[in-house]
């Protein structure tokens, strides 16, 4: 079993950056492909970054230039820096583990089978 606490979130104005954290403890999950998704009210949970293994990569377009993804496999913690926050970023942001081992990144949150409890992200206009 892995559980993820995530940390970070908050209100920022829009232009304004936020760094989220993702603790993860139970295993290591250095193995694993990691990801952050977000769900706005009414919105369904939807992809927004993602780092395989390898430490290579992906973001959905609509947060691509702004937000950076890494990984501190030492510390078991996976991080979100946001920069340049728009009033559309606001949503409950989860940080989640793939459910196999691969070297690509996955989209679907259906591929995950980890998932914090979401941190709270605000961006006032």
């Known amino acids: 079993q892995v559980q993820l606490v995530e940390s970070g979130g908050g209100l920022v104005q829009a232009g304004g950056s936020l760094r989220l954290s993702c603790a993860a403890s139970?295993?290591?999950?250095?193995?694993?492909?990691m990801g952050w998704f977000r769900q706005a009210p009414g919105k369904e949970r939807e992809f927004a970054a993602g780092?395989?293994?390898?430490?290579?990569?992906y973001y959905a377009d609509s947060v691509k230039g702004r937000f950076t993804i890494s990984r501190d496999n030492a510390k078991n913690t996976l991080y979100l820096q946001m920069n340049s926050l728009k009033p559309e970023d606001t949503a409950v942001y989860y940080c989640?583990?793939?459910?196999?081992?691969?070297?690509?990144?996955?989209?679907?949150?259906?591929?995950?089978?980890?998932w914090g409890q979401g941190t709270q992200v605000t961006v006032s206009s």
């Open positions: 780092i395989s293994r390898s430490h290579s990569t």
């Open positions: 139970g295993r290591t999950v250095s193995n694993y492909a």
């Open positions: 989640a583990v793939d459910r196999t081992i691969s070297w690509s990144i996955r989209t679907a949150p259906t591929e995950y089978d980890y």
